[in-house]
């Protein structure tokens, strides 16, 4: 089975404060997201990596970055959390940009409280 | 752009029923991917079913069936005999090649005893 993990369930950090949050697949999935999830709105795609070192900025990417060193492991940073950013943040991985019919396998989710 | 809609933010079915969760999307491309995700609460989303565009029969995975209306761009997720572990958000989804999965805004399924 393919597992997503993320670093943290539930997160509180104060404005100001740089956040990261990490994301690590065990299939050798070429794909890798970051979504926002916040109610009403659904899910937004914050950005996208394809490869390692390779990322496209998704739908709302202001105020976030991310990075990709190992084809497992992908982060979203916060460069300086602010209380919009609250909101539940959910990693995501896919096998490969060419087979779209591949489903995404989701990990459990960060709940991030920005104070 | 492609745009994906639930219109229905909460649903509510009694246990052993069927229900119908509503899904309509639209788009210009004639080869896409339309999925529904399940989100129980505090638990990952799975895929529930999916559905191939070019494919006239619509899908089905044991209790869960969609009805895809190609020309009339709606995908709605019919759950017969409905159990309590049912209950979840669940999301439709599109995708049509790149990259980009688009999420609808989720429909709550509740399921009462």
């Known amino acids: 089975d393919v597992k997503v993990t993320q670093s943290s369930r539930y997160l509180v950090k104060r404005t100001g404060e740089k956040v990261f949050l990490e994301c690590v697949q065990d299939?050798?999935?070429?794909?890798m997201f970051w979504y926002r999830q916040d109610p009403g709105l659904g899910l937004r795609l914050i950005y996208f990596?394809?490869?390692?070192?390779?990322?496209e900025k998704g739908d709302i990417p202001e105020g976030y970055s991310v990075s990709r060193e190992k084809k497992e492991r992908f982060s979203l940073i916060l460069e300086s959390a602010s209380t919009n950013q609250t909101s539940m943040y959910l990693c995501?991985?896919?096998?490969?940009?060419?087979?779209?019919?591949?489903?995404?396998?989701f990990g459990p989710g960060t709940r991030l409280t920005v104070l | 752009a492609q745009t994906v809609t639930q219109s229905q933010p909460e649903m509510s079915v009694q246990e052993a029923e069927t229900v119908t969760l509503s899904c309509t999307y639209d788009?210009?491309?004639?080869?896409?991917?339309l999925f529904w995700y399940k989100q129980p609460p505090s638990r990952q989303m799975i895929l529930v079913i999916r559905?191939?565009?070019?494919?006239?029969q619509n899908a089905t995975e044991n209790r869960f069936s969609v009805n895809f209306q190609k020309a009339a761009k709606s995908f709605s997720l019919k759950i017969s005999d409905s159990q309590l572990g049912d209950a979840a958000m669940y999301f439709c989804?599109?995708?049509?090649?790149?990259?980009?999965?688009?999420f609808g805004t989720g429909t709550r399924l509740k399921v009462l005893a």
């Open positions: 559905q191939e565009a070019y494919k006239q």
């Open positions: 989804a599109y995708t049509s090649g790149t990259y980009k999965y688009i």
């Open positions: 990596s394809y490869d390692v070192k390779m990322k």
């Open positions: 788009t210009s491309e004639s080869d896409y991917y």
């Open positions: 995501a991985s896919s096998l490969s940009r060419e087979m779209i019919r591949n489903e995404q396998f």
């Open positions: 299939m050798d999935h070429e794909n």
